[in-house]
């Protein structure tokens, strides 16, 4: 309204505009009674020239103000062409690949063109710390669980056949650089026949896994030190690596074209109604409903309230941030109210090295039962490597900081055991990022919160959110729009195995 003001002082202020223009009829809006010029009979070049004049008058203003304020980018009258919009239907908050996935699939889902209006919102503009980047960008299906088996199969499919499903008009095809060469899991006596009940389960979800004994895991990579291998497991499709980056891209740049809306900002706080319930025992429950997420653009003071019906948290390694914020963990801790969402960032170290004379191109990702790994990066002898951390010596999350002394001492060893070539190996580069990591059973966490009615949670994955974004946003998609599962049950994944203490443990956890 007060931008109407402005702009009507602004033409009484031009001398003779004003008897040019015919009488005004009024319309009315949803922000009151505005009083509208229905046409102007002072001609093109009149019009111009008044444009023309406003416009320097304004320029000259904010030079005004900005000397005003040495030192200071602020620029007054200017609109911010960033801010997302004031109402949509969906708020994703977290612009990494699970959050960029449930978008294109709610596009995809659509019964109109245009029907479902989704918001994603990013903090990161950069992506410079987002875990999707970060990460090693492995694919496998060699799980225990049958959810995170059909998962990856499903994904897999979607990879091969990337371009069918991301694929946009007049733009490249997507190059997500695939490398299927496989998982290869090695076990010890104490641990192969975890390894056996794995694989069971893996042939029955109709993965394609074969077990190797040390005599033929030798035969087969000659590279391998087999010291204390009695058995091992061997992915022989739909499993390998890919490029992060382009798969995110991909996703993003599909989404967009499908009129889904990116904003880059930082949700700081939600506007929710509450309902209060009695329990039968006597208690009382706060059911909430978000009405508005608020969004803080970067480094700015400005933001922009979003009304919206639902709001999805794929905020990753901080989702667990964003429901303190909605009161959840914050009640007596007997009660459902003080249950928190269980997700936290843990940093993971991963290395670069170089070996000239490492293993060939037939080179897996292998995982040694001490936890170490490494895969081949590209050509020439690189290679990335790396090894969670004991839970004792989780790092620092303050920061992504590399600890190189950590290689050193507990990812070095490792690797020129299993691989003796490693032991001439160095170190070019090496990065850190977050897992979004579940306290609680290192599983995803999908759908409602059962005290807050619209909001859906997709975190929790604890590492394999990456390969798992594709059939995650699917299944996502679905929940919101069908109201239940179609493709893959993930039932099981939901937030009430965690307010029943009855944990989805998965065995093979990298």
């Not at 602020?74 to 960033?82: A, D, F, K, T």
């Not at 694989?199 to 030798?218: D, E, H, I, W």
Request: with cysteine.
């Amino acid at each position: 309204m007060s931008a109407w003001r402005r702009l009507r002082v602004k033409l009484r202020s031009v001398p003779g505009f004003l008897v040019s223009i015919r009488p005004t009829q009024r319309h009315t809006s949803p922000y009151g009674r505005l009083t509208l010029c229905r046409s102007l009979s002072t001609g093109s070049h009149l019009r111009n020239e008044f444009f023309k004049d406003l416009e320097a008058q304004l320029a000259a203003f904010r030079k005004k103000a900005a000397d005003a304020l040495p030192g200071s980018s602020w620029s007054p009258l200017q609109i911010n062409p960033n801010l997302p919009p004031e109402r949509a239907d969906i708020v994703i908050v977290g612009g990494g690949v699970v959050g960029w996935s449930i978008a294109y699939w709610l596009k995809q889902k659509e019964m109109v063109r245009g029907g479902v209006r989704v918001v994603v919102v990013e903090k990161d503009p950069t992506y410079s710390q987002a875990s999707t980047v970060l990460s090693a960008g492995g694919i496998r299906q060699q799980f225990s669980l049958l959810e995170n088996i059909h998962l990856s199969l499903a994904s897999a499919d979607f990879m091969r056949n990337i371009n069918e499903h991301l694929g946009v008009l007049n733009e490249d095809p997507v190059d997500l650089q695939f490398n299927q060469s496989g998982y290869l899991f090695l076990a010890n006596e104490e641990v192969a026949h975890i390894m056996e009940e794995n694989y069971s389960t893996q042939r029955y979800a109709g993965a394609k896994v074969s077990l190797l004994s040390p005599t033929q895991l030798k035969q087969k990579f000659p590279w391998v030190n087999t010291d204390g291998v009695v058995l091992a497991s061997y992915g022989l499709e739909n499993e390998g690596w890919f490029d992060p980056w382009t798969l995110l891209n991909a996703f993003r740049r599909k989404a967009i074209s499908m009129g889904v809306i990116q904003c880059y900002g930082e949700v700081t706080d939600f506007k929710c109604t509450t309902n209060v319930l009695r329990t039968s025992s006597g208690d009382t429950v706060d059911l909430k409903r978000i009405g508005s997420v608020k969004v803080q653009m970067p480094n700015s003071l400005e933001y922009q309230p979003v009304e919206c019906a639902i709001v999805v948290n794929a905020a990753g390694a901080f989702s667990g941030k964003l429901t303190e914020m909605l009161g959840i963990g914050s009640g007596p801790k007997d009660s459902i109210a003080g249950i928190p969402l269980p997700v936290e960032p843990r940093k993971r170290y991963v290395y670069v090295v170089h070996c000239p004379d490492g293993p060939g191109l037939d080179t897996p990702f292998l995982i040694d039962y001490s936890g170490v790994y490494f895969r081949r990066e590209g050509l020439g002898g690189n290679y990335i490597a790396g090894v969670s951390p004991e839970e004792a010596e989780e790092p620092d999350t303050s920061n992504l900081e590399v600890d190189h002394q950590f290689f050193e001492e507990r990812v070095w060893p490792g690797l020129a055991h299993r691989v003796p070539a490693f032991e001439k190996l160095k170190v070019t580069s090496a990065w850190a990022g977050f897992y979004d990591y579940n306290t609680f059973d290192q599983n995803g966490i999908i759908g409602i919160h059962p005290l807050i009615n619209n909001m859906y949670l997709a975190t929790g994955f604890s590492g394999h959110g990456l390969q798992h974004s594709p059939a995650v946003g699917r299944a996502v998609a679905e929940l919101i729009l069908d109201g239940n599962f179609k493709t893959i049950d993930l039932s099981n994944f939901s937030f009430r195995r965690i307010l029943t203490q009855e944990p989805m443990l998965e065995k093979n956890i990298v």
